[in-house]
């Protein structure tokens, strides 16, 4: 019943437009729907249950609905929300959870930090980000190359309900000038001494890394990222070109080193087969923790109509860097990498890559990032989705009982083995809810082409069995299930022949 009424909810909210100023808070005012709703959105369900004070009456909850242009129904939402947690059982003891984490020893009052990028390219948005919540800035990067950006830079990769699955991007490095961003940093750190600004530079030789190292430290950084990951530069033997070469990676990383006394991290690409060789060659340069994944080279489309792929720049298009939901399980799986290489564990890593709500960083976090870095998601939500990452880090903590984020930093990674590590020896097989089948058949279609042919259909009751004969537990049926009628039997000896 409880996952019925979780995918209702799921189901009905991804409808929200995530509106600015929503209308439907503005009629409602014994709740506020659109807070609700947004941290529902965003995994909070406890979280939501707690901020339902009370039902709002009828005819509030008409008005807001009507005005909902999503068309959300908002009185559903709520009531199952209240079937949900009928106690509103919120989050005892979730307001003292301590976020607060560190950077190489650079305290953070939560692990949450806007990465690289437009959304941190200026002193206005960063201190709007800080006012919000946000615990530091990795400055858009700076370097000393004349840049020119393409226009249109971005295309992205829809979900059926339109929010973006994956984005590309072609944009290069910061177009301001060094002095206009080196006062960005001076009146940050004036006006926010506590918060924590990452200077993300690049240079083109070692001249260069030492050079923006020293000014960025002078202007107050605390602490310098290297960008040795940037995929869309015009300029040759920058960028990603240097992130591949291990050997001038820790040259640059050095050079960094000379011109800063502050740490430095150095940020990776994962366009490359190991990430943990430039890693390692960063650290032996000097630098002090590894930042990782800048974008991935891709081709997000074609236009059909005119054969040019996305985005088109006057007919032509190039590889752009792709972020968001779709690259994070390729972040987990180098972040995992490098917290389990024995000669980068130890050193701290800020993960990113696709992180959108408080479950995608717990789950980096598990395996072994110290902090986290956002870009994509802001560009798509805006920075108030820093309110449901630390209220779902903090309620996981308070149900857990955790009292620091280091106690967990790196937890899955024992149960990440290699791949002759994995038991074959058992088997779990399907058990099927007739209750809940609604004999639409999709696992019988699925097994039937994509599988082992196991499930049978019975055309005169439309319901499924199992032919425990075929069946080898792969567990196919119940990912394709959309009623969830199909889970996992107890764990049994592989059925031989
Ligand atoms: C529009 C855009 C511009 C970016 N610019 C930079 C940059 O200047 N320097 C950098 O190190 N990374 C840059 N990145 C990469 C991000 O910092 C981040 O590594 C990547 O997008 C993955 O995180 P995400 O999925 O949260 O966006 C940029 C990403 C995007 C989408």
């Known amino acids: 019943m409880r996952g019925k009424q979780t995918d209702l909810i799921r189901k009905e909210v991804s409808k929200c437009l995530l509106c600015h100023n929503a209308k439907c808070s503005r009629f409602c005012h014994s709740a506020d729907p659109a807070r609700i709703i947004r941290a529902l959105y965003f995994l909070n369900t406890d979280a939501a249950a707690d901020m339902i004070k009370e039902m709002p009456e009828d005819e509030q909850l008409e008005e807001a609905c009507a005005a909902c242009p999503g068309k959300v129904d908002i009185r559903s939402v709520l009531s199952w929300l209240l079937e949900l947690k009928p106690n509103l059982e919120g989050v005892s003891g979730a307001d003292n959870v301590d976020l607060s984490c560190d950077i190489c020893g650079v305290p953070l009052e939560n692990p949450f930090v806007l990465s690289s990028s437009v959304v941190a390219s200026n002193y206005e948005m960063c201190s709007r980000a800080f006012e919000m919540g946000w615990a530091g800035v990795c400055f858009k990067t700076i370097s000393l190359i004349d840049i020119h950006e393409a226009s249109p830079r971005f295309s992205a990769v829809r979900s059926p309900s339109g929010k973006w699955y994956g984005f590309k991007n072609i944009e290069q490095l910061s177009d301001h000038s060094l002095e206009e961003n080196l006062e960005c940093f001076r009146r940050l750190k004036e006006k926010y001494p506590e918060k924590v600004i990452i200077a993300s530079i690049m240079g083109r030789n070692e001249e260069e890394w030492e050079y923006l190292s020293r000014k960025v430290t002078e202007a107050g950084a605390d602490v310098v990222e290297c960008n040795f990951s940037c995929p869309n530069m015009e300029a ?7 992130g591949q070469d291990p050997e001038t990676v ?7 080193k000379r011109g800063t006394h502050l740490p430095v991290l150095a940020k990776m690409t994962p366009n490359i087969t190991d990430m943990r060789l430039p890693a390692r060659a960063a650290l032996e340069g000097g630098a002090d923790g590894i930042a990782a994944i800048n974008t991935i080279k891709s081709v997000t489309g074609v236009n059909i109509d005119t054969l040019v792929p996305q985005p ?14 779709a690259v994070k399980p390729i972040a987990l799986r180098f972040i995992s990498e490098m917290a389990k290489d024995d000669v980068i564990k130890g050193h701290h890593l800020s993960g990113m890559g696709g992180v959108e709500n408080w479950r995608d960083a717990l789950e980096f976090i598990l395996l072994g990032a110290g902090s986290i870095q956002i870009t994509t998601a802001v ?14 880090l903090r309620i996981y903590m308070a149900q857990r009982d955790y009292r620091r984020i280091s106690e967990f930093v790196g937890a899955a990674l024992d149960s990440l083995v290699e791949n002759d590590e994995v038991e074959r020896d058992t088997v779990v097989y399907p058990v099927i809810n007739e209750e809940l089948c609604n004999g639409c058949g999709r696992c019988y279609i699925s097994c039937r082409d994509g599988g082992h042919q196991a499930v049978i259909f019975h055309e005169d009751t439309g319901k499924v069995s199992i032919n425990g004969k075929n069946c080898v537990g792969c567990q196919l049926c119940s990912l394709v299930c959309p009623a969830r009628a199909i889970t996992g039997s107890r764990r049994v000896p592989l059925r031989k022949g």
Request: net charge positive.
């Open 236 to 242: 040759k033997g920058t960028g990603s070109d240097v």
């Open 250 to 256: 820790k040259r640059y990383s050095e050079a960094a």
């Open 312 to 325: 088109s720049v006057r007919g032509r298009s190039m590889l752009g860097g792709y972020s968001g939901p």
């Open 379 to 392: 560009m798509e939500y805006g920075y108030r989705i820093i309110d449901d990452l630390t209220l779902g």
